[in-house]
T-cell receptor, first 117, second 114 residues
């Protein structure tokens, strides 16, 4: 079964609009972390935002915020006031539990976001 | 710039050959992770080292091996290469402790097996 599901293969948004990228996850572990990464056409993976399963508040990092709905197992990324430079592939990832030093990320298939001028 | 350095950026080789990918983690990070990104498999975790010791293993083929050296840099060795090994290989590093433990990725090595 897919642990991370990103249902939007591609999205097209007008510049300056807000955009929400969907991510649902599946885990029975009470301790987990959720991450969003951006991959521009140049190929590098850029960390955007993190949400821990025990965090009470939704995470925010500048124009990025995470809409964390634990009961629904969703962790949607919201980008406010989109810019042309936001055009990229976006990946949602999950880390289940943690043992000191032993961690791995499981990634979704990604959403390709295109910002139109 | 994430602070994680991967070399080389591009690698073109033939089937049956062996290559070595190198990764230098961010200063102070003890954990190094290797991921493979391909069109059909997406982003897949391969292996993790923490302070020189193997800590987690994913779907890494037996033809692939890795190690982390005392200076904390890591190498991923790919041998008996097949066409299907063509992919973007990422190294990531993190402090290796705590709940947040953000993994920061290098720019990747693009491997083409011809």
């Amino acid at each position: 079964a897919q642990k991370i599901t990103q249902t939007q293969p591609g999205m097209f948004v007008q510049e300056k609009e807000a955009v929400t990228l969907d991510c649902t996850y599946d885990t029975s572990d009470p301790s987990y972390g959720l991450f969003w990464y951006k991959q521009p056409s140049s190929g590098e993976m850029i960390f955007l935002i993190y949400q821990g399963s025990y965090d009470q508040q939704n995470a925010t990092e500048g124009r990025y915020s995470l809409n964390f709905q634990k009961a629904r197992k969703s962790a949607n990324l919201v980008i406010s006031a989109s810019q042309l430079g936001d055009s990229a592939m976006y990946f949602c990832a999950m880390r289940e539990g943690w043992v000191q030093g032993a961690q791995k990320l499981v990634f979704g298939q990604g959403t390709r976001l295109t910002i139109n001028p | 710039d994430s602070g994680v350095t991967q070399t080389p950026k591009h690698l073109i080789t033939a089937t049956g050959q062996r290559v070595t990918l190198r990764c230098s983690p961010r200063s102070g990070d003890l954990s190094v992770y290797w991921y493979q990104q391909s069109l059909d498999q997406g982003l897949q975790f391969l292996i993790q080292y923490y302070n020189g010791e193997e800590r987690a293993k994913g779907n890494i083929l037996e033809r692939f091996s890795a190690q982390q050296f005392p200076d904390l840099h890591s190498e991923l060795n790919l041998s008996s290469l097949e066409l299907g090994d063509s992919a973007l290989y990422f190294c990531a590093s993190s402090v290796g402790r705590g709940a947040k433990n953000i993994q920061y990725f290098g720019a990747g090595t693009r491997l083409s097996v011809l």
